[in-house]
Structures are given as C-alpha cells and as structure tokens.
C-alpha cells in the first residue's frame, strides 16, 4: 500500500522559514509529478509548487522567489523550502504524487497534511 506522509510543519514568525518533507512508502515503480497543496478555512486546496521526475518546477505566483521544490528520486521524497515566510502562507499543507505501482496503474495520491503557521 502506497503512502504519502509529510514532516516539518510548525508555528514560525513571519519572514522565517520552514522545510517540509514528503516521502512516499509502499511498493513503487516510478513517481511522475510530485506536488505540494495548501488550504485554508473556508478556501479550496491551491496548488504551490509542482516538480517533474525530471525536475522542472512550477510555482503559485503568490511564492515565486520564496519557496522552492526539489526532490531525491533516489528516496521518493519531495521537499519544500520556505523562506521569508509571510502570515499568508499559514496552512495546511499537504503533499501530492502520481505514483506507478507494480500493476503499472498510475494512481494519485494525498499524504495527511503538515499544519503551517506564520505569526505575524
């Protein structure tokens, strides 16, 4: 069974900085696309960052400049690097994978969510 589980979260003050992790577990053959979310009370889940297996990056306009993804495909880990951090980017956060299991299916998947909290 394929899982997903973050680390990192925590309470910081506003222009600190944050590394979450995100390693996938289970039976797997590749990982395409490895993401991470946020979400807020009341608002939908935002897409922050986005890296290929290759490595290209995408980022939300809201942190370009500021947070940074990367991954090791060797651990089936996704990191994400925040700095300068503002009250804004508190959330939850919460990590993404489409992920090749033996079947060779290519499946979605969702880690629990990191709690992110930028005092101001």
């Known amino acids: 069974q394929v899982q997903l589980v973050e680390s990192g979260g925590g309470l910081v003050q506003a222009g600190g900085s944050l590394k979450l992790s995100c390693a996938a577990s289970?039976?797997?053959?590749?990982?395409?696309?490895m993401n991470w979310y946020r979400q807020t009370p009341g608002s939908q889940r935002e897409l922050v960052a986005s890296i290929s297996r290759a490595g290209s990056t995408n980022y939300a306009d809201s942190v370009n400049g500021r947070i940074f993804i990367t991954r090791d495909n060797a651990k089936n880990t996704v990191y994400l690097q925040m700095n300068s951090l503002k009250p804004e980017d508190t959330g939850v956060y919460y990590c993404?994978?489409?992920?090749?299991?033996?079947?060779?299916?290519?499946?979605?998947?969702w880690g629990q969510g990191t709690q992110v909290t930028i005092s101001s």
């Open positions: 289970g039976t797997i053959v590749g990982i395409n696309n």
């Open positions: 993404n994978a489409d992920i090749m299991t033996p079947n060779m299916r290519l499946t979605n998947y």
